[in-house]
C-alpha cells in the first residue's frame, strides 16, 4: 500500500514528469528517455542505456515503496481466454485491493484494448453486473494507463509484430463521471512518445453524463464518442438506466445534437437489446424519429445475463436493425468474434465473487 503522499509516476503528465526531475536536481530533458520508458517500453530499468547517472540516481532515490513515487503495476488475478484465443479477459488488482477488468481483444488483425475508469460504477443499469455491485472508487489516471500497457505487454507475448493501436473505455465504470483522471489518462496513452494509440482510435463510452458530454465538445477532445441510449422514451430508458432520472432522454438527445454541431463528429450510439423491454419495431422507429439530424451510428448489443437482472436476449435483433437501417442510419452488432469472454464488462468479477472467490 502507498501513503497518501506517495504518488504514481504513471498519474503524472509529460510536463508534470519535468517538474519533477527539475525538483529533484535532474534537467528536465531526461524526461523524454524516462517518459519512453514509462510508456513506450513499459518498465523502468537501471540499466537502460538511455538513462543518465543522474537520472538513474533520482530514480533510485526518489521511486519504490516508501519513496516519493510509485510504479503501477496491477498483480493479475485471473484470466479467461476466448475459444478461438484472440480474445483475453485480466482481472487486475490494484494497490488497495480494488479488482477491475480489463479486455485484450483481438479480431480482424486489429487488437482493441477494453479499459475499466471506476471500481465499480454510481450509474446503476439494472442489467450490467458492474452496475449492480454499486460504486467504489474513480480510478487515478496511473491505474487507466496501467490497463493499457499491461495489454500492450500481452500482445507482445502473442505477436511481437502487432502494435496496439485500438481502445474503448468500455471496461467497469462511467468514463465521464470520473472525467479529469480519464483526460489525464488519455493524454498520456495518446502521446506519441508513449503507448501512441490515435486519438481517433480512442472511443468513450457513456451512459450519457450531459455536462461532460457538453464539456468534451468545448474543450475539443479528439476521441470518439459512443452513448449507451437503450431507450426511446423516458419511461422506456429509465427503466434499465436509472441515470436517465437526472439527466433524461431530451436532455441527452439535446446534448448529443448540440456535441455533433460544435465536433461535427459521428455519434455512436450503444443499444444492448432486451426482450420485450427495448426491441420492439415501434421502439426502432421511435429510435429513427429520435435520431433524425443527428450524426449517428447504432451499435446492436446482445444482452449478456448476470446474476441481479431477469431479462433475456431479445430474437428480434436484425428486424430492429432494418428498421434502422430503412431510417436513414448504420447499424450494426457489436463484433462477438472472441467475445464470448469480453462479456459484458464487470462479468468476470460478479463471477467470482459468486463462486466465493474472494479478489
Ligand atoms: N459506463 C459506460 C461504459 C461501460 S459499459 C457506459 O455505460 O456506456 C459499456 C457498454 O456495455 C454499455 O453500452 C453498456 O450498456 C453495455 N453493457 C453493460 N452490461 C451489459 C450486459 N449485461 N449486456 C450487454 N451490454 C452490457
Ligand atoms: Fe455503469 Fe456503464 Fe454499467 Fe451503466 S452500463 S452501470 S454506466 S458501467
Redesign the pocket.
Known amino acids: 500500500m502507498s501513503s497518501p503522499s506517495q504518488k504514481s509516476l504513471h498519474d503524472l503528465s509529460f510536463s508534470e514528469l519535468a517538474d519533477a526531475l527539475i525538483a529533484g536536481g535532474v534537467s528536465p530533458h531526461h524526461a523524454k528517455s524516462l517518459w519512453r520508458s514509462l510508456h513506450r517500453e513499459g518498465e523502468v530499468s537501471l540499466t537502460d542505456k538511455n538513462f543518465v547517472t543522474p537520472l538513474k540516481r533520482w530514480i533510485q532515490e526518489s521511486v519504490g515503496e516508501g519513496k516519493t513515487f510509485f510504479l503501477d503495476a496491477p498483480e493479475v488475478v485471473d484470466e479467461i481466454r476466448s475459444s478461438d484465443g484472440l480474445t483475453r479477459k485480466f482481472l487486475l488488482r490494484l494497490r488497495d485491493g480494488q479488482v477491475i477488468e480489463t479486455v485484450l481483444m483481438g479480431y480482424d488483425g486489429r487488437h482493441t484494448v477494453c479499459v475499466s475508469t471506476q471500481a465499480g460504477?454510481a450509474?446503476g443499469?439494472v442489467?450490467?453486473?458492474t452496475g449492480q455491485m454499486g460504486f467504489v472508487r474513480h480510478l487515478r489516471p496511473g491505474e487507466i494507463v496501467a490497463q493499457v500497457l499491461h495489454a500492450r505487454r500481452i500482445l507482445k507475448t502473442i505477436d511481437p509484430k502487432k502494435r496496439l493501436r485500438n481502445m474503448v473505455?468500455?471496461?467497469m465504470?462511467?468514463?465521464l463521471h470520473n472525467y479529469d483522471s480519464v483526460m489525464q489518462a488519455l493524454g498520456t496513452i495518446s502521446d506519441v512518445r508513449g503507448a501512441s494509440i490515435g486519438p481517433s482510435k480512442i472511443a468513450i463510452?457513456?451512459?450519457g453524463v450531459v455536462p461532460s458530454i457538453l464539456r468534451l465538445a468545448e474543450e475539443a477532445q479528439p476521441y470518439r464518442l459512443?452513448v449507451?441510449l437503450?431507450g426511446s422514451t423516458e419511461e422506456e430508458r429509465s427503466a434499465l438506466v436509472p441515470a436517465s432520472k437526472r439527466w433524461s432522454l431530451e436532455m441527452l438527445i439535446d446534448a448529443c445534437r448540440k456535441y455533433g454541431e460544435i465536433t461535427g463528429k459521428r455519434i455512436f450510439f450503444?443499444w444492448?437489446l432486451i426482450a420485450g423491454k427495448n426491441d420492439s419495431p415501434e421502439t426502432a422507429k421511435r429510435l429513427v424519429e429520435l435520431l433524425k439530424g443527428i450524426d449517428a451510428h447504432v451499435n446492436l448489443?446482445?444482452?449478456?445475463p448476470?446474476g441481479g437482472f431477469a431479462g433475456v436476449q431479445s430474437d428480434s435483433g436484425h428486424e430492429f436493425q432494418r428498421i434502422l437501417r430503412e431510417g436513414g442510419f448504420p447499424c450494426t452488432f457489436r463484433q462477438r468474434r472472441g467475445i464470448d469472454v469480453a462479456a459484458?464488462?464487470g462479468m468476470l468479477k460478479a463471477e467470482k465473487r459468486e463462486r466465493g472467490v474472494t479478489c
Open positions: 460504477c450509474m443499469c442489467f450490467c453486473a473505455l468500455m471496461g465504470g462511467e468514463p463510452s457513456t451512459v459512443a449507451s437503450h450503444e444492448t448489443i446482445p444482452l449478456n448476470t459484458g464488462c
